[in-house]
């Protein structure tokens, strides 16, 4: 059971070398995890990193905030899922890392700024890609 009503998830599964010495997946990788749902969500809409820094835009994260709750391990099935929202210029990410059977092990919030040839927007560039998102 899904705890939001997300715009966007991505199933995974652990590998053997995402995981510590205590058997459970490092904490940083959570982080990653996260990174990667976001840049699938981005190609969804059609958009890429590269093609966006190549016209002069950038996105950068500017705030990463992760609560953990439960270890994932080796082998572990889990899905990585997000929505989202703006917030002034910020494009504001919530994530969560989600066992099979619904229940957390980590949530994430993470904010995101456009930058257009060196200098912050007010996300304009958010508002116009993600307008059925956004609801702009």
């Known amino acids: ?12 599964k652990v590998r053997d070398y995402e995981c510590d010495l205590q058997g459970v997946v490092n904490n940083a990788n959570y982080q990653h995890y996260m990174e990667h749902t976001r840049h699938e969500f981005w190609e969804s809409y059609g958009e890429n990193f590269g093609d966006m820094h190549n016209k002069g835009l950038d996105a950068f994260v500017y705030k990463v905030s992760i609560t953990y709750k439960k270890s994932l391990r080796s082998g572990d099935k889990f899905c990585s899922a997000l929505t989202c929202h703006k917030k002034g210029p910020k494009l504001i990410f919530d994530q969560d890392i989600l066992f099979v059977d619904g229940s957390v092990a980590a949530s994430g919030q993470v904010e ?13 560039y958010f508002d116009e890609l993600l307008k059925d998102v956004l609801g702009k």
Do not use: C, P, W
């Open 1 to 12: 059971m899904r705890k939001k009503n997300y715009v966007f998830s991505l199933d995974m």
């Open 112 to 124: 995101v700024v456009a930058v257009k040839d060196g200098e912050i927007t007010r996300g304009e």
